[in-house]
């Protein structure tokens, strides 16, 4: 394996070569300054959010890509400013190396950023780069809102339907085949690769935040990180209500089941508690559910899925067969 | 010493209790949500950074005080607004901590996060907590600056002169007397204790800034953290031009001297190489010199400090006696 002996400056230079952005972009001055500048933008709020990665704590350098694992720096950023209705413009991305780190694994990441942010046309404006045992990644991204418009966790109404934009589980079944391949060799991989992307490669619902952002029609809404078990508490809790969930409705893709009958683990379970699906949870209006639904199939998105309601009682319960459980913040922690 | 087995909830509620602002703030949502959203500001741009400090690279936990380097966590990112001369804003503080720290060093780290912040009436709006074995800080300033007078590196002139707005080197020396206090013990603690703090705490120039940005009297600005001669070397070759400076014009602390002769180190090694003092380094418009100076005074600041000027020829010389010597881009390089 080739030893790199990057420099500070020549990862600056790697960076400093974009972020330019386009003339609609409002960006005065990206990355080269003590401060990257750029203008309001009329009619909006700003939105702003930040994560950071630390290696074998939020991932696998032994088996995570380093290309997805750019994409997923930028991805769960994004996924936060969907999950307010919002438009990704802006990044600041830091990365601390191990001196040790190859060349090459640094331009694949930095590829893997790049990628991410391209797709959603947010401009990397600024970042910080750094020597250090344990490689961490910081990354921060602002976006905007139409004024008022930013949907909040705590605005969700007893009596509404609670959604969710895609399958429940993927993501932590994943993450369980990446770390132990073997284990799962009896399955097709046609059922095992799906679960993989999800944990590897996760897709920010970008587009369906905005739709649903300017359609007036949700409540609240919150993306899919720490589990539904968790994230749906913090709906509950911040709007003063409950939720009711139906493990029976709960979307799952087609490798969950076989997996979590290896890993002896109920698929609900995997449903509810395991993390990083970076999905939308949303609860709709009354009354206009219909409207909704039908408005996300004429813009040719994915459909999204009825999984429980708001009640009055506060607390998360999760419906498995005749018998209810309280789930309250039984999300996935990450390791360590 | 206590063992904590702190968790990320825990910590994120004692930062939770903050970020709420006053009603001018701009702010419509804190911390607690998916993003943090403010609103625009009328009449301005805004300006943004982000520093990534790592343990035993940035900072060494077993002589700084937890306190002074929250402060400071905040202050070297307030630093860069002040550069531009905008006006400190909202922040986003994360931080990854060994599993092992005490208690207590997190509760006094945060409280000079918040005291930092607090004094800028800089507002905490969000963040992000994970464990690492490496203590990892990432903090990012956003703030305001007049529409069109962001103060950039790239505009300074032929004919300008130069200033700093402290005395350079006491970082530099301060580091140095942290790592290796016994080697100092024959030089008074009133020389000591100046330069040590100038390491440990230093302050930001939020003040002079601001009024320098408004003065449009001002060139190029940026701030002093990789050293004078690697700083200056950013302002001329991102103006095209280069600069002349007068090393018998470098302020300097009353202790640095006998520091540097300890060293073995010139007193204008020291201070054009030492990096971190965070004070500004800008160009004044010609003709405007008098005036500034004159602003500066009447607003009750520390006078500034002519240092040289900017020649049509570039690179970066100092002179030192009567001898020119080049030392562009020969400023402080971090550890590691």
Known sequence: MEKSGWSELELIKLFADCGRGDDSSGLIKGIGDDCAV???????????????LVERVHFDRSWHPPRLLGRKSVAVNLSDVAAMGGVPRYALVSIALPPTIEHQWISEWHRGVMEMLGAHKCVLIGGDTATSEVLTINVVVIGSVT?????MRSSAQVGENIYVSGTLGSAGAGLEICRN?????????TCLAPLRRQHLDPEPEVALGKLLGRSSMVGAMQDLSDGLATDIAHIAEQSGVG????????????????VC???????????????EDYKLVFTVKKQKDAELISVIRECGMEPVHRIGRIVADPGVRLKVGSKWQDISFQGYEHRG
């Open 243 to 258: 939720a009711e969930i139906d493990a029976a409705a709960l979307p799952a893709a087609d490798g969950l089941e076989p």
């Open 38 to 52: 750029f203008e309001n933008l009329s009619g909006s709020d700003w939105v702003t959010t930040t994560d950071i």
């Open 147 to 151: 004024t008022a418009h930013a949907l």
């Open 181 to 189: 391949e073997d284990l799962f060799s009896s399955i097709d991989e």
């Open 261 to 275: 009958r290896i890993l002896g683990t109920p698929v609900a379970s995997m449903q509810v508690s395991g993390g």
